[in-house]
């Protein structure tokens, strides 16, 4: 018999592996088949079993199974609803992440917490009432004293951070002394052995071992232990086995000296005690995971600059009045008063006023933007000099501000397919570590000068410590992590590291034109006159005329009159005829704006001058509305879709990286071949239906091609969803962003060239990154196993080992960090 259920807390083949292992240890289990993308897994049974029966072979792990009628609900929730998220920095296991700070149960590493909005309004307190508690600034109920800001919380990760740095101080406190009394022994005539016998001293050296080991540095061997349980072996399974043996081997000496053979004893007749290297060790590497402790939070800052534009607190209109109210109590449809230099508390539309908005944090663009009555605007972004009055429409996570927040943590915790390559490395490389450090102990014993089992085993040691992974773990997650921030920053929003690799090997750019190239909307481009009438006298009749029509062609001229500042006329007998144009009397003369159609109704001839004038424009895709005044043709406008500023030179930057643009688009070939000559494309396809780009894309990707799609409508949804690469102009639909992998905020080509340019130095750096971290350890691994002894007589402390071990992970951190300064337009 067969069964389906749904298993949860799978990230990986290894999960998957240990969970068919786990399923087919049942005697009553047959045959198990997994599909880790839906974590189905269809178990064939020889007798059926009940659930609570399956549910037990996994208890104490982190994986649950459930019938697919039931409720499912994995133990590690993928996203916190509340208080602070916690996930591996090296990813281990995608996007999994935890309600509580733990060890990764895969490499063991701390987990670290997400970013977050903390919208909370500040409080006040009282400094002698700590129980009084405000919203805003006063006097003490009770002593009248003025209350003062309460301290802000401490972050969950400068919590992790000052729990490291105390275990590290009292790591240092502890160690120091104890490599001091060790490092004595290479003092002629040693003092310290005046005061008391050596074996005293090393008495003293366990005692005060013990809180570096069994406390500062603790967690490491129960990481070590968690690793090799799971069989998961990672850095700590190295350096628990390397710092445990050397402590452990030196309590031994302490405790049973007699049953050490002589090789291991001193002039004394003690044996030779290895505190200081185990201590030594773990004190180095807990320096090392505070390090990295402290440059993960700057790895991070794009986001924590994001979350400071969240403000607090808003001003909310209630029947004319204004209340200030913490930004939790605004609900959709509220009247919110944004005063000169607040930032805007949620996203709205302007309802009163007009300002210039700095939208540079959301778009990357540093000139502020004019806004009026209609406009929509942005969460986090600042008001100018002036006030005006909005209506909320999007609050809490429904924000622009919250889903970039969101985006990019969600970016900075996926892995990029490269992170295969140091995976698979890592798997092979722990175990061989293991290997060579016992073929160094074997190797040294048998050819070592004497003492050889001294010599052999400090040498083993110090290979253990010297390769531990961690930074070939850390080289690929802080590379994407500091380049997707770094992305947010400048307006491009990467929803995972896959697509921010394969933006650097597109090689085939189509993009849509209405909307992407151009504005998406009509705009006047100018006025022709063919009469006595000026061209401003024209823009006046046209935009008087159609002041009172809907369509969006009359609206662009009257936008084109308001931009020149022409004050309009009064007009009589408005009448606007569908398909056609409108009709109005100025100054007792008939005026007609509109079409061919239009004009032939109303008995109004079409001279052969404006005939060849108006058909040399259209037949460049413009639309061409006449005016008429009286039973005669004065001139006309010409109406077309303005390509955005930025297009032309976006796509030249493009072309120069070798990527191929082809135009794709709905509207008419002439229409399209306009646009295509102005921004010299030689590849253009019009009267695209929805179908025709994904046939193309398919087509494209059939010869092998990377193919990347860039639009913004629903039409494009399709095609973005499709192409290796689909990037989403952010003033499009949400269909078309949800179906893609990288968000424009402008939503401009430019931003295409951010990307890429993007893409290439994260690349790069993740590139750099893994060279350090393999040719480190190519290159310790041999030193530490003794291979320059024979030849120059160096060999490699274990501490000095850890000490370069440390370092190794620091400077792999600092590699990445030197994105944030990277200039990717």
């Not at 060890?103 to 006040?124: F, T």
């Not at 050296?205 to 090799?228: D, E, G, H, K, N």
């Not at 190519?778 to 370069?804: D, E, K, Q, R, V």
Request: charged share 20%; hydrophobic share 45%; proline share 4%.
């Amino acid at each position: 018999m067969k069964h389906t259920y749904k298993i949860s807390g799978m990230t990986c083949n290894g999960c998957k592996s240990h969970v068919e292992e786990t399923l087919k240890s049942h005697d009553a289990i047959r045959e198990v088949n997994i599909d880790l993308s839906t974590g189905k897994a269809e178990i064939t049974f020889t007798n059926h079993i009940k659930l609570e029966e399956l549910k037990a072979l996994f208890e104490g792990s982190d994986y649950m199974i459930h019938s697919l009628d039931e409720h499912i609900q994995p133990k590690a929730k993928a996203k916190a609803v509340e208080g602070v998220s916690y996930y591996c920095p090296m990813h281990c296991e995608g996007d999994k992440t935890y309600d509580k700070p733990r060890d990764c149960p895969v490499c063991g590493m701390d987990l670290v917490p997400e970013a977050k909005i903390n919208s909370s309004a500040e409080k006040y307190t009282c400094p002698m009432h700590p129980e009084v508690v405000k919203d805003e600034m006063g006097s003490c109920p009770k002593c009248g004293m003025d209350l003062v800001p309460m301290e802000a919380d401490v972050s969950a990760e400068e919590k992790q951070y000052k729990s490291l740095l105390k275990k590290f101080w009292i790591a240092v406190a502890f160690t120091f002394p104890i490599f001091l009394i060790a490092m004595s022994e290479m003092i002629p005539n040693n003092p310290l052995y005046d005061i008391l016998d050596v074996k005293y001293w090393n008495w003293i050296q366990l005692f005060l071992s013990i809180p570096v080991v069994f406390y500062a540095t603790w967690m490491f061997f129960r990481r070590a232990y968690s690793s090799i349980r799971t069989m998961n072996l990672n850095m700590f399974t190295l350096i628990g086995i390397g710092a445990g043996a050397a402590w452990l081997f030196s309590l031994g000496a302490i405790l049973f000296p007699s049953i050490f053979p002589e090789d291991f004893k001193t002039h004394s007749g003690t044996v030779h005690v290895y505190f200081e290297a185990a201590t030594v060790i773990l004190t180095l590497v807990l320096l090392g995971q505070l390090l990295e402790a402290r440059a993960h939070s700057k790895t991070n800052n794009a986001v924590k600059e994001l979350l400071k534009l969240a403000p607090n607190k808003a001003i909310k209109i209630v029947n004319g009045e204004e209340q200030e109210i913490s930004i939790d109590e605004i609900e959709v449809g509220d009247l919110l008063r944004v005063k000169p230099g607040d930032k805007i508390p949620v996203d709205g539309k302007i309802t009163e006023g007009e300002s210039s908005i700095d939208e540079s944090m959301i778009t990357g663009e540093p000139i502020p933007v004019d806004k009026s009555k209609g406009d929509d605007v942005t969460s986090g972004t600042i008001n100018g000099n002036q006030s005006f009055v909005m209506r909320a429409e999007k609050i809490g996570s429904d924000t622009l501000l919250s889903q970039i927040i969101h985006m990019v943590n969600d970016a900075s915790r996926s892995r990029a397919p490269i992170q295969k390559l140091a995976d698979k490395i890592s798997g092979y490389f722990v175990p061989a570590v293991i290997l060579v450090s016992v073929l160094t102990f074997i190797a040294w014993y048998i050819f070592g000068p004497s003492p050889q089992l001294v010599f052999a085993f400090v040498n083993a040691i110090a290979v253990l410590i010297i390769a531990c992974p961690c930074a070939l773990g850390l080289a690929t997650p802080m590379s994407v992590m500091v380049g997707v921030g770094k992305g947010a920053q400048e307006g491009v929003l990467i929803k995972n590291a896959e697509s921010l690799e394969k933006m650097n090997k597109v090689d085939v750019l189509i993009i849509d034109k209405t909307g992407t190239v151009t504005e998406g909307k009509p705009s006047v481009e100018r006025i022709v006159s063919l009469s006595e009438f000026s061209t401003e006298e024209l823009a006046v009749i046209v935009a008087s005329v159609n002041n009172q029509s809907e369509h969006p062609l009359a609206e662009a001229t009257v936008q084109f009159a308001k931009n020149k500042g022409l004050e309009l006329k009064r007009i009589n007998s408005f009448s606007s005829i569908t398909g056609k144009g409108v009709e109005a009397e100025i100054d007792g003369e008939r005026v007609l704006v509109g079409n061919e159609k239009l004009m032939t109704d109303r008995k109004v001839q079409l001279s052969s001058e404006v005939n060849y004038e108006s058909q040399n424009v259209k037949s460049k895709g413009k639309t061409v509305p006449y005016i008429a005044i009286g039973d005669k043709v004065v001139g006309f406008v010409v109406i077309s879709d303005a390509i955005k500023e930025t297009s032309k030179n976006a796509i030249h930057q493009l072309q120069e990286m070798g990527i191929e643009v082809i135009m794709m688009t709905g509207d008419n070939y002439h229409t399209a071949k306009a646009v295509a000559e102005e921004l010299k494309l030689d590849n253009f396809v019009a009267d695209c239906l929805p179908e025709d780009k994904l046939n193309k894309v398919k087509e494209l990707q059939s010869k092998g091609k990377i193919v990347a799609m860039a639009g913004d409508g629903i039409n494009d949804a399709p095609a973005l969803a499709l192409a290796n690469v689909g990037v989403a102009m952010g003033t499009g639909t949400d269909v078309a962003i949800e179906s893609s992998e990288i968000t424009l905020v402008k939503g401009d080509l430019h931003g295409i060239v951010k990307a890429r340019n993007l893409s290439h130095k994260v690349m790069r750096n993740i590139k750099q990154n893994l060279f350090f971290a393999l040719a480190y350890n190519t290159l310790g691994i041999p030193i530490a196993a003794g291979l320059l002894y024979p030849i120059f007589g160096i060999l490699l402390s274990p501490m000095i080992a850890a000490l370069a071990m440390s370092f190794s992970s620091v400077s792999v951190i600092a590699n990445a960090l030197r994105l944030r300064t990277q200039n990717i337009k």
